[in-house]
């Protein structure tokens, strides 16, 4: 592996944050792999070394602190295997999430939406690659943030779909996951009125049947935002 480009992979199940983080990571000299669940993460590290992996922590169908433990026991069953440096990426910040995630074998967590400077800190920590400068302060390109603004709106439509179907049949576990993956995106995007709704639609979501009608009105909410951003003009 050529350490002025080091390999990074990164696992996220938003598909937003998959293509920002991939176009910032590029423009930081790295060779990115991008997957979507824990399993083809697992796949991706059992398959070559990685000199970095971000890794999410809630993921469809394994939690990132299990990948963790996975990857930490693949480790001490091949000695020759080279370490694998994991970093966690959560919109969840409280202590007993970054507990248990430090537990499972990650060494580091990073809040979303990830910095450009943290990401700066971390592949100097652990790939020994300094960045320029150049980097960090390009402005992305017109294609780029038209493009990302568009697979924004369309997953977003596509999850809230999903969200309203998964109220119908009363599935809760559903709902959080995808509410905490469009939570993610809408972070990356610096979308803070729908970030504000979503995070009020997780608190109803704990309080049951005390909080139905406010889950049909933030649903509603949700779709009328999304419906304004693709309207023309």
């Not at 996975?70 to 919109?91: C, F, H, K, N």
């Not at 970054?98 to 990650?106: A, E, N, S, T």
């Not at 996951?177 to 109803?204: D, F, N, S, W, Y």
Request: charged share 25%.
């Amino acid at each position: 592996m050529n350490r002025s480009e080091p390999r990074v992979l990164l696992v996220d199940d938003s598909a937003t944050i998959r293509y920002a983080m991939q176009n910032r990571l590029q423009s930081l000299g790295c060779q990115v792999q991008t997957v979507a669940d824990g399993a083809a993460a697992l796949a991706a590290i059992r398959a070559q070394p990685q000199a970095l992996v971000l890794l999410d922590c809630f993921l469809p169908d394994l939690p990132g602190h299990e990948v963790a433990r996975q990857v930490r026991a693949l480790e001490q069953q091949d000695p020759q295997r080279p370490y694998t440096p994991l970093i966690g990426i959560s919109a969840e910040a409280d202590a007993a999430h970054v507990r248990l995630c430090l537990d499972g074998g990650m060494d580091g967590m990073l809040d979303k939406p990830v910095q450009t400077a943290d990401l700066r800190k971390m592949l100097s920590l652990w790939c020994d690659h300094e960045c320029g400068e150049e980097g960090a302060a390009a402005p992305p390109r017109e294609q780029y943030a038209h493009d990302l603004a568009r697979l924004f709106l369309s997953t977003s439509q596509h999850d809230l779909a999903a969200l309203q179907q998964a109220h119908q049949s009363g599935d809760l576990a559903t709902m959080g996951k995808l509410a905490h993956r469009m939570k993610g995106a809408a972070l990356t995007m610096q979308r803070g009125e729908i970030v504000a709704l979503l995070e009020c639609l997780e608190e109803a979501m704990q309080d049951d049947d005390d909080a139905k009608d406010a889950i049909v009105l933030l649903l509603t909410s949700l779709e009328k935002v999304l419906a304004a951003n693709a309207a023309p003009g």
